[in-house]
């Protein structure tokens, strides 16, 4: 099992979506210098201080700042996008690093309804024919289309020796049975659902035996388990303040976290997001990853962390990685 990067970018409080933005530059940089397989970064639009709205953008400075870690989108969301002009951005991408760059797909909006208009004349039309988007990208990356074919007469140019690797991200059985289906590799968001992640992945397994598995998990990691729960506490008041849709929402600071007014209600939310994290000191972080990939049998699980400091967050994926390489 290697371990990789999910980052969103987030913006702390007092920290401006430049300074994020920096940070998930370094942030790449020590994941290759750690050891760490990939990087990926993710697409959200006008959502709860997220300052990466086009990981295509960012990938292009993030591989110029690496030398061998993969670097990849997690995820372009194919229904806002035509599949040319992503064949053609990723294939652009492969050809100036290449044999590290990943392709994941997703299809949730990755904002509010109206980004969604904003974004797309009819983006529910788009989610349903993802699948007819998914073949035709794999069509141009792999460039498979009849010669007879009015696609058959244009290439993705430039054409890299190799394509990009293909994922399919999602958090449902749907994604799982698509992603056999269309013969994709499996990335699965156990942070973000409720669903029976491991069965979802079992029934993956079944259908496509060849694909690999991939499962993104939230991690904080710290010298001590009470530096850990305290770390956390800003994620928590995070995510509550998402729910509550509170404008100009940031990574609150661990004070401000502490001193944040919780309800009853509140401290219930908390206690639920617990069970989707992995809070701790490395030793006690590394014996739950592996009890959980127990469950998954993942080839990789793909770590996103998100403290206040910046330093927090390069201490607990440096901690975790020491602790795998032991």
């Excluded at 349903?128 to 244009?154: A, C, M, S, T, V």
């Amino acid at each position: 099992m290697e371990l990789s990067i999910l980052d969103q970018s987030p913006v702390s409080t007092g920290k401006s979506p430049r300074e994020a933005l920096q940070t998930s530059i370094k942030l790449a940089k020590l994941g290759e210098e750690l050891g760490y397989k990939r990087y990926w970064i993710a697409e959200h639009h006008d959502l709860f201080g997220l300052a990466c709205p086009n990981p295509d953008v960012m990938l292009g400075v993030i591989g110029a700042h690496t030398n061998t870690i993969r670097i990849g989108a997690g995820a372009v969301l194919l229904p806002y996008y035509k599949p040319f002009r992503v064949a053609e951005t990723y294939n652009l991408l492969q050809t100036l690093y290449p044999g590290r760059v990943d392709l994941g797909l997703g299809r949730a909006p990755g904002g509010s309804a109206e980004v969604s208009i904003a974004l797309s004349d009819n983006y529910l039309k788009q989610v349903n024919e993802y699948p007819k988007q998914i073949d035709e990208l794999l069509h141009y990356l792999h460039e498979r289309f009849p010669k007879d074919h009015p696609y058959g007469k244009i290439s993705a140019a430039p054409i890299p020796e190799q394509p990009p690797e293909t994922w399919m991200l999602g958090t449902s059985e749907k994604s799982g049975i698509l992603a056999a289906q269309k013969g994709l590799n499996y990335a699965f968001g156990h942070f973000m659902t409720d669903f029976d992640g491991p069965e979802i992945v079992r029934a993956y397994r079944d259908s496509f035996t060849k694909g690999k598995v991939m499962v993104a998990i939230t991690v904080i990691c710290a010298e001590t388990l009470e530096k850990a729960e305290e770390l956390a506490l800003s994620n928590f008041v995070w995510r509550l303040q998402q729910e509550k849709m509170i404008e100009n929402c940031k990574i609150p600071s661990v004070v401000d976290a502490q001193n944040y007014p919780f309800t009853e209600e509140d401290e219930r939310k908390i206690e639920k997001m617990k069970q989707k994290m992995i809070i701790g000191d490395s030793s006690k972080v590394k014996a739950e990853i592996l009890t959980l990939n127990e469950l998954y049998k993942a080839d990789e699980m793909m770590i996103v962390t998100i403290t206040h400091e910046e330093e927090a967050k390069f201490t607990s994926y440096r901690l975790l990685a020491e602790e795998f390489n032991r």
